[in-house]
């Protein structure tokens, strides 16, 4: 599909990953936010200069050449928030996905950390209140065997 038919590709869409490569040695696909948008690239730069921002991203580079496609995302979680002296982790999830948040936040435990959680279901409004039928609402029909 040409990009001139699909205006809002976005870096989903893309097949060359310019942005990961060597400055320089791969061309961007028109539709590239980093080669459309040069005033939103430099007020996304601008952010690192805040000390916090820089420290997260530093973290967040350490954290990868560490460990990148060798290490878990759990572990990767793990050496993020060490990284940044976080001790309190927060996960938030589909209910659907309940018990891997579960296992998720057991390793997190182990390892050290306070966990808080909560699923998309919390404090939500009743579909019947949105004026959906039964038939329309799949986790009434899955309540209790998730």
Known sequence: MSDSNNPKRTCCDCGTQACAAEPG?????SFCLQTANPEVLATA???YTDPATRAVAAAAARTEASGYCRDTRIEEIIAF???????H???????GLKRE?????????????EVTSVICKAGGMPKEELGLEDAEDPPRRLRGKL
């Not at 982790?89 to 209910?95: E, P, T, W």
């Not at 948040?101 to 950390?113: K, P, T, V």
């Open 45 to 47: 730069r601008k952010a």
């Open 81 to 87: 928030a060490r990284r940044l002296g976080v001790t």
């Open 101 to 113: 948040a579960r296992a998720a936040a057991e390793i997190f435990r182990a390892a050290g950390f």
């Open 89 to 95: 982790l927060g996960i938030a999830c589909c209910i």
């Open 25 to 29: 040695t791969a061309k961007h696909p």
